[in-house]
């Protein structure tokens, strides 16, 4: 019997060491119960248990590789998940499944993976977000194109960063990372710049940054405000570019290496106020700026940027110069007031006005006639100072200085406390500060009360002589009114007596009554004597007058007297008189006769008793002319005749500017007369050629009819009409005769005007209570048109005349008007008003708009019948116009309608 079957396998070695590997089926014979034998198959197998082997190995690889990589798939950081897409029958993606989640995927999105594995999407997104998701993931589930995409959760406020891709069809995995403080940090770094942004552009001072080529990358708003250039043309230009027009402290250019971003650059030092000034071609001045600047170094240590700050100190810079200028202004003006005050007498004065004290100089208190203990030490002291009545005046013309409305010259008078009045002019500057506001005032006064009181003289004496100049002209005046001086020629006559004086010596001297000099002004040897001596003490004075008096009183024409005056001197006179009266003197001037000349000592004694200076008396003594008497009575004979032909020159030349004066009067009047004639003439004609034609046409008609009347042919009824058109008629003739009369009375200004005082308003309601009842007949509107402002207007006028302008006027507007409105108003003008009368009828071409105010002017005398008139209504309306003192005028289009206005001045 055969025995059991063994399998088993072996592994051998072969004598060079390598291993094999057999497997044997090996039966074991027995028999009678011994084993008998073996039979079997061995077979090398080496190869299919090396195969074996190699397989377990790559089991235990794979098991150790899936176990790492679930280690790693949760121990990753970034979250990861693995979904399928599940699409609708159209292949569009409808949804997602979530497959599976690592760690991160919880921690980050804050779930549990129990709860998502297995879902759809749907079941935890809100259908936009699905939508949302869908889009990226379907693409990428679909198209195996990887996609990176970023979210927010706003659950967690967090950030992420991911990328979908597609490991195999209609799958897709997501990892994604928690970007969180990134995205953060990226925000808050934007914001800072935004910030400092913000900061930089609305800085005050101006920045600038520029490159390591000088160039500029960046300017704030109030950098390209200081330098007057826009964004763009700044943007890129470079400090070496010498069209900046910088200028140095000295107002020299600046050369381009001091450009402060230059000197940064070259020295890589900070800048630290660094004054510069830039011309503005726009503004026309130099803007000054103080910088600073520094440089910003790569991290190689070369230079970057250059950052330059500025700021406009303008206005600092010129009120330093202002003040220089003003403190220059001040020694300057000091100076000039020390030297004209010196030589001009004048007061200087100087005001504080911020601490409001006043100085003066001595001359001032002399000028005030004040004193140093009742100084107020403000401006007071001027104040107080001044006349009552010219008080007000001085101090606005003050304040009009400070104002800066005019500059301060001015003249006042001032009253002292002893009463004395004098005429002061004052002058001053103002010193303000930069704002202009008045700091100082720094003036001068200086007396001028002589010249005032020598022009009030003058002033006086020209009215005096032109007032004369007007009686002796005047056909009434009486010459016996008129002074010699206005009657001679004093100017002729003293340059006569200029020569006579330097060919004989003597003296001509002409003293009207009132003992004024007229002829024998120029300085002589006489007038020494007298003026400097005799007239100039009252005792001596005295006697001089005495002397006078002896000489002339009563002397009749044609003769001359001599006489030996009290101060011991010889003086001759004869009278000069004009139409009968005896205006004045004609004298030699003081000598003494030849052989009779008093001795000095009588002259000394004078001298001592009047308390002259004897020396210069002695001296003009010695001056006085010595003649002899013949020689005198030969002089006074040419003097009497002188004096006989100064009269009747003067006298026939008074007559003759009488005669010519009234000549002219009467021609003038002559002149007028005429014209006024041929005026007369003129309306007169005008007057009767108008009425003829104007008066005919109604007559013919009253006596055509009136004849009619008694026409037995006729019915009683027709002559019933017949005397309804000759009572029209008539009424047409006395309303055209009145006008003619009117208006000729207007014409030849016969016409009373009776003034009184009456409210415009009233005028206007009148007139509307009489014209709108005729304008709504014809259906028009009649308007009343009061400036509310102006209700209680009144003016002063005749009513009644002004009532009958208005009744012309506003009877045209309504008879030339088929539709529309007539208004009537009136608006302010200076002194007075402007009445209106507008309608909206046919109006007036321009053409006509002069010669309708003519009488008997119509536009189109066919239209008289249809409209009515005789064309004398503007005509009586304008005269009575300029009557009451006004104009009137129109303005006008034909079909547009016409304003008539006329102006009534308040009185
Ligand atoms: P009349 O009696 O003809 O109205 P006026 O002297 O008052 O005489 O006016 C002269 C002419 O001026 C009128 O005939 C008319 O042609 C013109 N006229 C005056 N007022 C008006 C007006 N408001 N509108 C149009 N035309 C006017």
């Not at 330059?308 to 206005?315: A, L, M, P, Y």
């Not at 001053?428 to 002589?450: A, H, Q, Y």
């Not at 006086?460 to 020629?489: C, F, G, H, T, V």
């Not at 003081?590 to 004078?606: A, L, M, S």
């Amino acid at each position: 019997m055969n025995g059991k079957l063994v399998d088993f396998v072996g592994e051998g070695k072969r004598k060079d060491g390598s291993t094999f590997w057999v497997s044997m089926n090996i039966r074991i014979m027995h028999q009678n119960g011994k084993v008998s034998g073996t039979e079997g198959i061995v077979r090398d197998i080496t190869e299919r248990k090396l195969a074996e082997k190699e397989i377990v190995w790559a089991k235990d690889q794979a098991e150790e590789s899936e176990r790492k990589y679930h280690e790693l798939f949760n121990e990753m950081i970034d979250g990861f998940a693995y979904h399928e897409i599940i699409l609708d029958n159209a292949g569009n993606p409808t949804d997602y499944i979530i497959l599976e989640v690592n760690k991160a995927y919880e921690k980050h999105l804050n779930v549990q993976g129990v709860n998502v594995v297995g879902q759809k999407a749907s079941t935890f997104l809100s259908d936009e977000e699905l939508q949302h998701w869908l889009e990226i993931f379907g693409a990428v589930a679909i198209s195996g194109q990887s996609s990176n995409y970023r979210m927010y959760s706003p659950k967690d406020q967090k950030y992420f960063e991911g990328k979908a891709y597609c490991p195999e069809k209609g799958k897709f995995a997501i990892t994604f990372s928690d970007v969180t403080e990134k995205e953060l940090a990226e925000k808050s770094l934007i914001e800072k710049e935004k910030e400092y942004r913000t900061l930089v552009e609305n800085l005050s001072a101006g920045l600038v940054v520029h490159d390591a080529s000088s160039a500029i990358t960046f300017a704030n708003i109030a950098a390209s405000q200081i330098l007057g250039l826009t964004d763009d043309q700044l943007t890129g230009r470079s400090a070496i570019d010498p069209t900046w027009n910088f200028r140095k402290e000295d107002l020299s250019i600046m050369p381009v290496a001091d450009y402060p971003a230059n000197i940064v650059l070259d020295t890589g030092e900070p800048l630290k106020d660094y004054i510069l000034g830039i011309y503005r071609p726009d503004l026309g001045y130099i803007v000054w700026v103080i910088c600073n600047g520094y440089p910003v170094f790569d991290s190689s240590g070369k230079i970057n940027n250059v950052v330059i700050t500025f700021v406009d100190i303008t206005r600092r810079k010129n009120a330093e110069q202002e003040v220089i200028r003003a403190k220059g202004m001040i020694e300057e003006s000091e100076y000039r007031l020390k030297l004209a005050t010196a030589s001009g007498k004048l007061g200087i004065w100087d005001w504080n006005l911020v601490e409001n004290t006043m100085i003066w100089d001595e001359r001032m208190f002399e000028l005030y006639g004040t004193t140093h203990d009742t100084f107020p030490n403000n401006i007071d002291a001027w104040i107080n100072g001044l006349h009552p009545d010219d008080k007000q005046m001085a101090i606005d013309a003050c304040n009009a200085a400070l104002n800066g409305e005019k500059d301060f010259n001015t003249s006042f008078r001032v009253l002292h406390p002893d009463g004395k009045i004098l005429h002061l002019k004052a002058d001053g500057s103002i010193i303000r500060d930069i704002d202009g506001k008045p700091l100082r005032m720094i003036g001068i006064n200086k007396d001028i009360t002589e010249t005032k009181q020598a022009e009030e003289a003058l002033l006086e004496s020209e009215k005096r002589i032109q007032k004369k100049l007007n009686n002796l002209l005047s056909p009434e005046s009486d010459i016996s009114e008129l002074a010699l001086e206005d009657i001679i020629d004093t100017d002729v006559i003293q340059s006569l007596a200029e020569d006579f004086f330097r060919i004989t010596n003597i003296p001509i001297v002409i003293i009207d009554l009132e003992g004024k000099v007229l002829v024998g002004k120029s300085d002589s040897f006489w007038k020494d004597i007298c003026l400097k001596f005799h007239r100039a003490h009252p005792e001596t004075l005295a006697n001089c007058i005495e002397c006078d008096t002896v000489l002339t009183k009563g002397t009749p024409k044609g003769i001359f007297k001599s006489y030996l005056c009290k101060n011991n001197l010889w003086d001759n006179a004869t009278p000069i008189i004009i139409g009968g009266r005896h205006l004045g003197n004609l004298f030699t001037g003081q000598f003494f006769y030849e052989g009779e000349k008093p001795d000095d000592e009588i002259f000394r004694e004078q001298a001592v008793r009047y308390g002259f200076d004897e020396k210069s008396y002695m001296e003009a003594v010695g001056r006085v002319p010595i003649y002899s008497r013949e020689f005198i009575n030969n002089v006074m004979a040419f003097f009497i005749k002188l004096s006989n032909m100064i009269s009747s020159l003067s006298h026939t030349n008074i007559v003759l500017a009488k005669v010519l004066e009234q000549h002219k009067q009467t021609e003038k009047e002559l002149i007028k007369a005429k014209e006024r004639a041929e005026e007369g003439d003129r309306l007169k004609s005008a007057f009767l050629a108008n009425m003829s034609h104007e008066i005919r046409t109604p007559l013919n008609s009253i006596i055509g009819f009136s004849e009619l009347l008694n026409d037995p042919d006729y019915e009683p009824e027709q002559k019933t009409e017949f005397t309804k058109t000759i009572a029209q008629n008539g009424t047409n003739l006395l309303v055209i005769i009145n006008d003619i009369m009117d208006l000729s009375m207007l014409e030849a200004r016969q016409v009373k005007i009776r003034k009184e005082q009456f409210a415009v308003k009233g005028l206007l309601s009148d007139l509307e209570n009489e014209f709108s009842t005729k304008a709504h007949k014809k259906e028009l509107k009649f308007i009343v048109n009061i400036p509310a402002t102006l209700e209680n207007k009144t003016i002063e006028s005749d009513y009644y005349r002004l009532r009958q302008v208005f009744n012309n006027l506003i009877g045209n507007s309504i008879k030339f008007t088929n539709k529309g409105v007539i208004e009537i108003g009136f608006l302010p003008i200076d002194k007075g008003v402007e009445f209106y009368i507008k309608d909206t009828g046919i109006g007036i071409a321009s053409e006509f708009h002069e010669e309708i105010f003519e009488r008997f002017r119509q536009v189109d005398e066919t239209r008289t019948r249809k409209y009515g008139g005789n064309g004398l209504g503007l005509s009586i309306s304008k005269n009575l116009v300029e009557v009451l003192g006004g104009k009137i005028r129109i303005e006008s289009e034909p079909g547009k309608g016409s304003i008539f206005y006329f102006t009534i001045s308040d009185n």
